[in-house]
């Protein structure tokens, strides 16, 4: 029994139905006070410079935390440079545990794939539906300050951000991040509301603007606070909802089927579009990681999507850019107007 890395979301039920505890190399990446230094590591190393910070930032963060022996890799419906990363930490010893979400949301193949995830943990499907059962009544606290972000206007959209995207492996420990949320949300209810009105760049007064993010979480968080302070909240977390499977279902296989991240890009636009209209946006910032092959889906995006986008491309955790702070102010000018 141990930590177990994680690439992206995966199902955790098996990982905690077997004794062991998901670690997102993500989370643990980002999070550090030296995540530059991690991508800086892997170039070393001898990762090329035009690819994805996130492959290297992930790949040194692994090899920084040498009690994850063990690293579930997901092969499809995430990320292509992942073949390479998992033979890389194969070189240094560590076990790699392949999964793919089938292309086609084929519940058959699927459940094939968690049924080989089993095995390779050692647990039973009755001990991974006892684990949903449990993870669902802290995946409602997450869906609760979802909701407290877009109904009530009381969350921000960094706070937004944080605990849904910790859904990915419930900060090693689901308890305690439960009871974690079920403080923020005491505390959320007594705050006045954070949509208002705020003072434009000609002297008028404007109301909040309404924004979604959608695509990967950001490689500088740092965004959110940023368009606050421009007058505009981020109420909509698309992938980061995601993680948090805000489905009505009690079928494990079913509910990874319904997660649409790993899936054709239609099935998120369609996700995206509902919640657009649900949560009342005046636009949309879709962020696209450099040398990622996401960056060919914004142009099935903006085909699709009918809202204002702001396309933001990111690159290393080094924090906002001179370029990008022009453009986002400029894209909020433009929807004031």
Request: charged letters at 25%.
């Amino acid at each position: 029994m141990g930590k177990i890395g994680l690439t992206t979301t995966v199902p955790v039920e098996v990982i905690f139905a077997a004794g062991d505890t998901p670690v997102d190399l993500n989370n643990i990446f980002i999070t550090g006070s030296e995540a530059m230094r991690r991508v800086e590591e892997a170039e070393l190393a001898g990762f090329p410079r035009n690819v994805c910070g996130w492959i290297k930032g992930l790949y040194s963060t692994a090899l920084h935390n040498p009690d994850i022996e063990r690293i579930v890799a997901v092969t499809q419906g995430d990320c292509s440079n992942t073949h390479a990363l998992m033979e890389t930490w194969e070189v240094e010893g560590i076990e790699i545990i392949p999964f793919a979400f089938p292309y086609d949301q084929d519940a058959d193949m699927l459940r094939l794939q968690m049924d080989k995830l089993i095995k390779a943990l050692g647990t039973t499907w009755e001990g991974v539906n006892l684990q949903k059962k449990r993870l669902d009544q802290v995946r409602a606290l997450a869906w609760e300050i979802d909701r407290l972000t877009w109904e009530e206007n009381q969350v921000s959209g960094f706070e937004n951000h944080l605990y849904l995207v910790s859904c990915s492996d419930f900060n090693g420990d689901p308890e305690g991040f439960a009871q974690e949320m079920e403080e923020f949300i005491q505390k959320a209810h007594k705050r006045e509301s954070l949509s208002g009105e705020f003072r434009s760049r000609s002297g008028g007064k404007v109301r909040e603007i309404r924004l979604g993010f959608i695509g990967v979480p950001p490689i500088f968080p740092e965004l959110y606070d940023f368009l606050e302070q421009h007058g505009a909240r981020v109420v909509f977390n698309e992938v980061q909802r995601q993680f948090a499977m805000p489905f009505e279902t009690d079928d494990v296989v079913e509910q990874y089927r319904l997660y649409t991240y790993p899936y054709k890009v239609f099935q998120r636009i369609e996700d995206i579009s509902r919640e657009a209209e649900r949560r009342q946006l005046d636009g949309i910032i879709h962020y696209t990681q450099s040398f990622c092959y996401r960056q060919i889906e914004d142009l099935i995006i903006r085909k699709k999507l009918e809202y204002p986008v702001l396309t933001l491309e990111g690159e290393n955790p080094t924090g906002l850019d001179a370029r990008s702070k022009m453009r986002i102010e400029s894209f909020l000018s433009m929807l004031i107007d």
